[in-house]
């Protein structure tokens, strides 16, 4: 069983950073994969980025350049530094992690960009 946790949502304006941290417990030796996606209400979760056990990186089109998605594996957390904000980047973001038995999410943390 793993538990995520997130932390560093929250309000900014448009052009403005956040970051984003996800800490896994449990069994968190058995992740293979971390990331985070987010969603609005009315539509689907979509990927935002992931990274691997071993450090490869995966982005969506719409943040590489402004988004840059880093690994602790000594500390098991995931973070998402989130540059350049934009109003289109306002969702819930929801972190995710996947063992070769199971995917877990967190509860997610509310990230508004006002213009």
């Known amino acids: 069983q793993v538990t995520l946790v997130e932390s560093g949502g929250g309000l900014v304006q448009a052009g403005d950073s956040l970051r984003l941290s996800c800490a896994a417990s449990?069994?968190?030796?058995?992740?293979?994969?971390m990331g985070w996606y987010r969603q609005v209400p009315g539509k689907q979760r979509d990927l935002v980025a992931t990274?691997?056990?071993?450090?490869?990186?995966n982005y969506a089109d719409s943040v590489k350049g402004r988004f840059t998605i880093s690994r602790d594996n000594a500390k098991d957390t995931v973070y998402l530094q989130m540059n350049s904000l934009k109003p289109e980047d306002t969702a819930v973001y929801s972190c995710?992690?996947?063992?070769?038995?199971?995917?877990?999410w967190g509860q997610g943390t509310q990230v508004t960009v006002s213009s």
């Open positions: 995710y992690a996947r063992t070769y038995y199971n995917n877990y």
């Open positions: 449990g069994s968190a030796f058995s992740i293979n994969l």
């Open positions: 990274i691997t056990s071993g450090g490869s990186t």
